[in-house]
């Protein structure tokens, strides 16, 4: 019996040490949630993020395709990483919520990105856009937001007389003005060269009436000054586009990340 | 005082007469083939989603829940009065063209919508993308491809094939295709024709498609001689295809109650059914890193289901 009781209490101590182990990184999570896209790919990015991060100090990634759940998550105000559009992060900053920039998603370099109202050219204005169909990629209170901000004061009454046809991803919005589905989209600047890159026939016949202001792509955000557990997560983050997670980044649309001064 | 309260009720009953007539003038009658099936109920909520932030009010009629469906669309019919009719799936397009009599009818689901009765006043949404939107997904995602084979048979896809021909030489891709009679003449087609392209394209043709051994032989082939294979649909990928492009359901549903609601306005929409504004991307990672077939990395974006290798 002299024997045992040593030897279970290391047992004890072993196990009791592993799960707390666990449990430090366990509460860690990457919360993602963007409402800059509708592409229905959360069982992707959770497999492919967590595979990452699980073998690279045992993190977690959790995509969200509710505004609100992602919402009410920020409002639990754990020690986590939220990866969010800076739109949101910027409409949540004005609901008084603490969130900090961390890091800044980058994309062949860039950090910052316009969004394009582009149109066939026999569009010559944006009034000839009233009664007609918008398509946009993202969640309807966003393309709003962005077409409100493309119009200006002078032309926000047209937005009653829009409709909006939400699309899974910019490629498509910008399509639908091609093949007739819509009359406008709004993407991405860059998104109009990948049209360009796709179908040269179909951009030359677009162009821009019209652009939002600048604004960061993805950005990776924290409720208050990152502690010892944050900061390495956020390190994980940033390395990724090093090696084998930079697939994964491409999934978010961005290569990178980059430190904000 | 009283003459108040007199203002107030009538006050009232204006604005409920106004909202009902409004509501009246709107309203829509949904057909739903079976809406047990899940593209069809997917499409039939986004609909009602949309039709709901506009104030819209609808009637909806699921075949399979009656046995004598016809009976019943009569009777709504009468009773509801709609302006506007929106049948999801062949089925309830047939019924309700025979009772639609001078109403606006709208489909979307219907398999093979060529084949159907297209009247004045009939709009619809494709169930398949447009052959140019495949084409540009697919040099989205392999920029480098420029020869692309395709078997079909010439009774049901010639008209088919055409469109793709044309619009995919629009897009600097040649398309080689090669007509088949028969299921039987698949192997020998295959290989005079894989030597010559880039990516074998699975297209939804009866014929090339008529049994599970015929598609068997296509990836046996493909896989003999190494070539990559893409289809019209997701179901090929566990045998093998490389990247599957097809409608997404959900924009299929928001898109027709986009072009009800321009039709409830009086603006018609251009052309008389139109594709599918939205994609669905399913990459096969795993088959393309056995073939060591590259493809455009930043187009992962627009990827919704990557299938890697079983570890």
């Given at each position: 019996m002299k024997r045992v009781l040593p030897v279970l209490l290391i047992c004890f101590l072993f196990i009791a040490g592993s799960y707390?182990?666990?449990?430090?990184?366990?509460?860690?999570?990457?919360y993602f949630y963007n409402p800059e896209t509708n592409v229905n790919n959360f069982a992707t990015l959770k497999t492919a993020f967590d595979t990452y991060l699980v073998n690279h100090g045992g993190y977690y990634f959790q995509p969200f395709d509710s505004k609100e759940k992602f919402e009410a998550i920020i409002r639990e105000k754990k020690d986590d990483i939220y990866l969010l559009s800076s739109w949101h992060l910027k409409a949540l900053q004005q609901k008084s919520v603490p969130l900090k920039i961390a890091l800044v998603g980058t994309s062949k370099g860039n950090t910052m990105q316009r969004k394009v109202l582009s149109t066939k050219k026999d569009i010559a204005n944006v009034a000839m856009l009233k009664n007609t169909v918008v398509a946009g990629a993202g969640s309807e209170e966003y393309i709003y937001s962005v077409l409100k901000q493309i119009l200006g004061k002078?032309?926000?009454?047209?937005?009653?007389?829009?409709k909006i046809l939400i699309v899974p991803k910019d490629i498509d919005a910008i399509m639908a003005v091609g093949f007739g589905m819509a009359t406008a989209a709004i993407s991405a600047e860059s998104s109009l060269n990948k049209l360009a890159m796709i179908n040269p026939n179909q951009f030359r016949e677009l162009h821009g009436l019209g652009f939002s202001e600048e604004d960061y792509l993805l950005v990776a955000a924290t409720l208050k000054k990152p502690e010892q557990q944050e900061a390495q997560l956020l390190e994980v983050l940033r390395k990724m586009s090093e090696g084998a997670g930079k697939e994964n980044l491409k999934l978010l649309g961005i290569d990178g990340w980059r430190a904000l001064q | 005082m009283k003459i108040i309260n007199f203002g107030k009720v009538l006050i009232l009953l204006t604005t409920f007469l106004v909202s009902a007539g409004f509501a009246?003038?709107?309203?829509?009658?949904i057909i739903n083939s079976d809406n047990g099936v899940f593209r069809y109920e997917t499409i039939a909520v986004e609909f009602k989603k949309v039709l709901q932030q506009s104030a819209y009010q609808w009637t909806e009629l699921n075949l399979n829940s009656h046995v004598d469906a016809e009976v019943?669309?009569?009777?709504l019919i009468q009773q509801e009065n709609p302006e506007l009719?929106?049948?999801?799936?062949?089925?309830?397009?047939?019924?309700?063209?025979?009772?639609?009599?001078?109403?606006?009818l709208l489909f979307s689901a219907a398999i093979n919508w060529r084949r159907l009765d297209i009247g004045e006043g009939t709009y619809g949404v494709a169930n398949e993308l447009s052959p140019a939107q495949e084409i540009s997904l697919l040099r989205y995602f392999f920029p480098t491809i420029k020869n692309i084979g395709l078997l079909y048979n010439d009774k049901f896809s010639s008209e088919y094939v055409e469109t793709i021909k044309k619009d995919a030489l629009d897009l600097g891709i040649n398309i080689v295709n090669q007509p088949i009679n028969d299921a039987q003449e698949i192997s020998d087609s295959l290989n005079e024709l894989l030597?010559?392209?880039?990516l074998f394209w699975i297209i939804s043709d009866p014929v090339v498609l008529s049994s599970k051994a015929s598609v068997q032989q296509i990836f046996k082939s493909a896989q003999q001689q190494r070539k990559p294979v893409y289809a019209y649909s997701d179901v090929y990928i566990e045998h093998g295809a490389v990247m599957a492009i097809s409608a997404d359901l959900a924009t299929i549903g928001r898109q027709s109650a986009s072009l009800a609601l321009m039709m409830g306005k009086g603006k018609m929409p251009e052309g008389t059914v139109q594709s599918p504004a939205g994609s669905t991307v399913t990459l096969n990672k795993c088959a393309l890193d056995a073939l060591q077939f590259d493809f455009?990395?930043?187009a992962?974006?627009?990827?919704?289901k990557i299938v890697e290798c079983d570890k």
């Open positions: 707390c182990s666990v449990r430090s990184n366990a509460g860690s999570i990457i002078e032309q926000e009454s047209l937005l009653k007389d829009i | 009246q003038s709107n309203k829509v009658l019943k669309l009569k009777q009719i929106y049948c999801i799936g062949t089925k309830a397009y047939s019924l309700a063209l025979n009772h639609a009599h001078d109403r606006k030597p010559k392209i880039e455009n990395q930043d992962l974006d627009s990827v919704n």
